[in-house]
């Protein structure tokens, strides 16, 4: 059984930074394909960034050139610098993995922008 646990979100006003982790415990990390998602109130979730086991990334149109997903696979954790934030990034943020056939997702952690 894999469990993710996110920390780091909280209150930043607009144009300032976050960094969020997620651990990740109960499997081997670098046999995980992880990402994260994210949902504001009224909208769908949505994929924000991935990367794979063999370290390639791909992010949503609306954060590229912001936020950025890296891995720390001797840690066993994930981590999503968030960079230029905007009251349109607030939104509680998912950490996901998935060890095929199988999907995890971790509680999320709310992030607010102020303006």
């Known amino acids: 059984q894999v469990q993710l646990v996110e920390s780091g979100g909280g209150l930043v006003q607009a144009g300032g930074s976050l960094k969020l982790s997620c651990a990740a415990s109960?499997?081997?990390?670098?046999?995980?394909?992880m990402g994260w998602y994210r949902q504001a109130p009224g909208k769908q979730r949505e994929m924000v960034a991935r990367?794979?086991?063999?370290?390639?990334?791909n992010y949503a149109d609306s954060v590229r050139g912001r936020f950025f997903i890296s891995r720390d696979n001797a840690k066993n954790t994930l981590y999503l610098q968030m960079n230029s934030l905007k009251p349109e990034d607030t939104a509680v943020y998912l950490c996901?993995?998935?060890?095929?056939?199988?999907?995890?997702w971790g509680r999320g952690s709310q992030v607010t922008v102020s303006s």
């Open positions: 996901y993995g998935r060890i095929s056939p199988y999907d995890y």
């Open positions: 109960g499997s081997a990390f670098r046999d995980i394909s």
């Open positions: 990367i794979t086991i063999g370290g390639s990334t």
